[in-house]
């Protein structure tokens, strides 16, 4: 089972510049189970939620990271991250879906670069800041 601990290092505010502006703010949820992420890009404002399902009746979670992102534009996405040394993959729906984002943290950790891919080409690429 992938740990969302791993996910620590996002953990703080970042100035996001790219195919989308704005900033994003990673906290844990009391239990630290799950990490909140509250966004503001593009003009739209959101919460994603990040762990592990653990369905109902299960004794066991999910391996995988997932996530549910609410828009306030009515969207709702769901997300598998993936974070291996200073790699960092979220997929869009499920892992190996063509649309991902694959970012590479700096030496300091402040500093994450990356690029979103979309099915049949497409994409953007975002460099995302520490700020606090």
């Given at each position: 089972?992938?740990?969302?601990?791993?996910?620590?290092?996002?953990v703080?505010?970042?100035?996001?510049?790219?195919?989308?502006?704005?900033?994003?703010?990673?906290?844990?949820?009391?239990?630290?189970?799950?990490?909140?992420?509250?966004?503001?890009?593009?003009?739209?404002?959101?919460?994603?939620?990040?762990?592990?399902?653990?369905?109902?009746?299960?004794?066991?979670?999910?391996?995988?990271?997932?996530?549910?992102?609410?828009?306030?534009?009515?969207?709702?996405?769901?997300?598998?991250y993936?974070?291996?040394?200073?790699?960092?993959?979220?997929?869009?729906?499920?892992?190996?879906?063509?649309?991902?984002?694959?970012?590479?943290?700096?030496?300091?950790?402040?500093?994450?670069?990356?690029?979103?891919?979309?099915?049949?080409?497409?994409?953007?690429?975002?460099?995302?800041?520490?700020?606090?």
């Amino acid at each position: 089972m992938s740990d969302v601990k791993a996910l620590d290092r996002l953990v703080g505010t970042w100035k996001v510049s790219g195919g989308a502006e704005g900033t994003v703010t990673y906290r844990w949820m009391t239990g630290g189970h799950f990490l909140l992420q509250d966004v503001e890009l593009g003009g739209e404002s959101g919460l994603e939620v990040i762990g592990h399902d653990k369905p109902f009746g299960a004794e066991t979670p999910d391996p995988e990271i997932k996530s549910r992102y609410y828009g306030s534009g009515g969207s709702t996405l769901a997300y598998v991250y993936e974070i291996d040394g200073d790699e960092l993959t979220i997929w869009g729906g499920f892992k190996g879906s063509g649309a991902c984002y694959r970012g590479t943290f700096s030496a300091d950790g402040d500093t994450l670069t990356g690029a979103w891919e979309y099915p049949g080409g497409g994409g953007y690429e975002s460099v995302a800041t520490r700020v606090r």
